[in-house]
């Protein structure tokens, strides 16, 4: 009998056939009516098989990161979340919304730490209150907040606008809050009524006012009853808390209690003795940490702690009892290891034979050989079919190339100048200026002899009253008066002319102060960053004897602490939280830090350049004294300004302590005879960079007496020839956009001859642009506790 075979219809005519089909036909019979089509299971070859491989992979790793992070923000091994309370307003009443949420966080209801473990909750919380009007205390909580919990009173006066919620501090405290980093936000409205209408539009009233000053993400929630905060309560719960992120980078230490050994008073240092919960990272005993305001200290024991506040209700019950026998149980203790402990380096010891002058090399012998042989040629204009020899005889009879003024386009080169004017005698200038050649050109110069038969008085009173008559016109701050008392060329001694701010060089090495002995220097900071971040993420991630895992209740042995210091830490340890965070590799160590600053808007005091100020560069304090300058993003060269001006981005450069990029900056400036500081200006760090050139700008100023065409003659720019001789190869120009050079001085007051590329006005102002470098300066205390 025959095999039976099943009727196989004719398929329907697809446009586009798929590759299993167009073979089916290729199939046999004794293969059991097996289609050549894809492969059976999940198997898939080639680079769609990568693909889909490497997306599974990331949803993976999402999954684990998203799991760790709940676990550790929520779970029972993890530290309390800081909760902060800020009043937007001084009508509102904070003290009873911190004991409300409290109370209802306390299994009891009774509680005397402003940490508590819930087991309703199954939650660990820190309620700090911020106190309105106390800046520093308020900037400290934000710093370390988990949640920023705003609390506005809807009794407020209405008057159609925001600042019957907010005032003038809660607005300052928000403009510092953006700075810093804002981490989970809500709004508690309290004093709303009672009934439920009323109630609703209240609330609404609030949130459209209040909208704009908060995150889109910001939810506002009634928190007036007990049963309005048990429902914020179970919403915080669940919420994903998100921090800024430079506060993740770092292991972090707020403590509750602070003490201190001393071990010898006479050398006036003791052991700092700080107890918490660790944060963010592990902490490695081999690391520095800096305590703020303080300064950078190494670690002499850290000693893991039994948790004084466990969500288990029977190890709660066992903490009661320790705390009955008021000793603290050491669960484990960590000692650095000498060879492997980081060392303590703030600053670099300079060697006194390093600026020691040595015979150069071969190679830049031979530099300096082809670039003076490149200096001495010269374009030359000559008749065709002229030979070397002949060239050799003809003279320039242009003013524009005398030899004189051959590096007149070049930088001002001081001691060339010097030495071409030292083997002049003094008579032959006498002489020069009395047998003076006059051409059609120029005008008699026995006419500018008048000024030297004028007495002192006379010049300084005609001198003043031309200033006056241009004060009007001074558009450019940098302009200065050159002394009458003092040569020029020994008041400005350091400055130099440049050709071109943005083009001409300047060595960054050349002429540095000694404190640049004192600081260190990166090869490549974005790649030793790269680097230290890896390194700490390493150590984060592997099972290592020396580090203390995250949300342990630890005390840090800080060792070679100044004793006022930390005595006034054990004062301000209940009214101020105390932050103490691990440092990351080389970042105790002091260099120059660029910073990127706006002054504050509220502030109305000028802020000057080099004015001792104090700086809040993310979890670390310090004072500093700035130099301001242009951010200039097209050159390499940034002008420095003397005062910090509203309304526009500047660059601060101060001496200190290494952080790396990009960390927050508030800026505060403490006024005399006012104990409370001011925000002064806000930004962010921006780089780390010693040689970074920063140029402060001078004007000299002239005005023509008599002017012939392109020619004029200048006074009161300079008050001696010897002078203009010394400034000669700097160019000048005018304000009404004319460029030019001088050629020589005229008399015996200063005046001299300059060419202009244009015709000169009668009241025109003639000017000399001169330059010097600019340092910042070292800060006479370098942390504000240390006082």
């Not at 709940?70 to 009443?93: E, H, N, T, W």
């Not at 012939?708 to 010394?726: G, I, L």
Request: a neutral charge; proline letters at 6%.
């Amino acid at each position: 009998m025959g095999q039976s075979r099943v009727q196989v219809n004719k398929a329907h005519k697809t446009r586009f056939s798929s590759k299993s089909s167009r073979n089916l036909h290729k199939t046999s019979l004794q293969d059991g009516g097996a289609r050549i089509g894809k492969a059976e299971g999940n198997h898939v070859k080639g680079a769609r098989a990568a693909r889909l491989q490497r997306g599974k992979m990331l949803r993976e790793q999402k999954r684990a990161a998203v799991l760790k992070e709940k676990r550790a923000s929520g779970g029972a091994s993890s530290a309390p979340r800081v909760i902060v309370l800020f009043p937007l307003s001084a009508s509102v009443d904070l003290n009873s919304v911190g004991e409300d949420v409290v109370k209802l966080l306390s299994d009891d209801g009774v509680t005397s730490s402003s940490t508590v473990a819930s087991s309703e909750y199954k939650l660990r919380a820190t309620v700090l209150k911020a106190p309105h009007g106390d800046l520093l205390t308020c900037m400290e909580m934000a710093k370390v907040a988990d949640l920023m919990a705003f609390v506005v009173s809807a009794n407020s006066p209405w008057e159609g606008n925001i600042s019957s919620f907010i005032d003038s501090f809660g607005s300052q405290f928000l403009s510092v809050l953006r700075s810093i980093g804002l981490p989970s936000t809500t709004v508690l409205i309290r004093d709303l009524p009672s009934e439920l209408k009323k109630k609703n539009e209240l609330k609404k009233m609030c949130a459209s006012q209040l909208a704009s000053e908060f995150p889109e993400d910001c939810k506002f929630y009634p928190a007036d009853t007990r049963d309005e905060l048990h429902k914020f309560m179970w919403l915080f719960k669940a919420q994903r808390l998100t921090v800024p992120h430079w506060r993740s980078q770092r292991p972090y230490l707020v403590p509750d209690k602070v003490g201190m050994l001393v071990a010898d008073e006479s050398s006036g240092n003791c052991t700092l003795l700080l107890s918490g919960y660790l944060r963010a990272r592990k902490l490695s005993v081999n690391q520095l940490v800096h305590v703020s305001g303080v300064g950078d200290f190494q670690l002499s024991e850290v000693e893991v702690l039994k948790d004084p506040f466990p969500l288990n209700e029977r190890k709660k019950q066992n903490s009661m009892e320790l705390d009955d026998s008021h000793d603290e149980e050491v669960l484990r203790s960590l000692h650095p290891d000498p060879m492997k402990q980081e060392p303590l380096v703030a600053e670099n010891t300079p060697d006194p034979l390093a600026g020691e002058q040595t015979w150069p090399t071969e190679a830049e012998m031979a530099e300096a050989d082809r670039s003076q042989k490149q200096g001495k040629l010269k374009k030359r204009t000559l008749p065709l079919g002229t030979s070397d020899y002949q060239a050799a005889w003809i003279i320039d009879e242009i003013d524009e190339e005398d030899s004189d003024n051959g590096d007149s386009d070049d930088e001002m080169a001081l001691d060339k100048e010097e030495n071409h004017f030292s083997y002049q005698d003094p008579d032959f200038e006498d002489d020069k200026e009395t047998l003076r050649i006059v051409d059609n050109e120029t005008y008699n110069d026995s006419e500018m002899m008048d000024e030297d038969n004028l007495t002192r008085d006379q010049y300084e009173d005609q001198m003043k009253k031309i200033k006056e008559a241009h004060a009007e016109d001074e558009e450019f701050p940098d302009e200065v008066e050159t002394p009458i008392d003092q040569p020029a060329r020994k008041r400005f001694a350091k400055y130099r002319g440049l050709k071109s701010f943005r083009t001409s060089s300047w060595d960054p090495n050349e002429s540095l102060p000694q404190d640049y002995a004192r600081i260190f220097a990166f090869d490549n900071l974005v790649r030793t960053q790269k680097l230290v971040l890896k390194q700490a993420l390493k150590m984060e991630e592997e099972s290592r004897d020396d580090c203390v895992p995250t949300g342990s209740y630890v005390r840090l042995h800080i060792k070679e602490v100044p004793i006022v210091a930390a005595s006034k830490l054990s004062f301000l340890v209940n009214t101020r939280p105390i932050i103490a965070f691990g440092l990351l590799q080389h970042e105790s160590k002091m260099s120059v830090l660029h910073f990127s600053v706006k002054k504050y808007d509220g502030y109305e005091d000028p802020i000057k350049t080099k004015e001792e100020l104090m700086f809040h560069v993310g979890f670390r304090q310090f004072v500093a004294r700035p130099v301001f300058s242009t951010d200039n993003f097209r050159s390499d060269k940034h002008k420095m300004e003397r005062f910090l001006h509203p309304g526009r981005f500047s660059l601060a450069s101060v001496y200190g302590p290494i952080s790396f990029p990009s960390l927050p900056l508030v800026v505060l400036k403490i006024s005399e005879g006012s104990d409370a500081p001011a925000v002064a200006a806000l930004g962010s760090l921006k780089s780390i960079e010693p040689n970074k050139i920063i140029l402060k700008k001078i004007i000299l100023t002239g005005y023509p007496q008599r002017v012939s065409k392109m020619k004029a003659s200048v006074r009161y720019m300079f008050h001696n020839p010897e002078d203009v001789r010394w400034f000669k190869p700097v160019e000048v120009w005018s304000k009404c956009g004319r460029r030019g050079r001088v050629k020589e001085p005229v008399g015996t007051h200063g005046a001299m001859k300059c060419i202009f590329n244009g015709v000169v006005q009668q009241h025109d102002v003639v000017c000399m642009n001169l330059y010097k470098r600019g340092y910042p300066k070292w800060p006479e205390r370098m942390y504000p506790q240390l006082l």
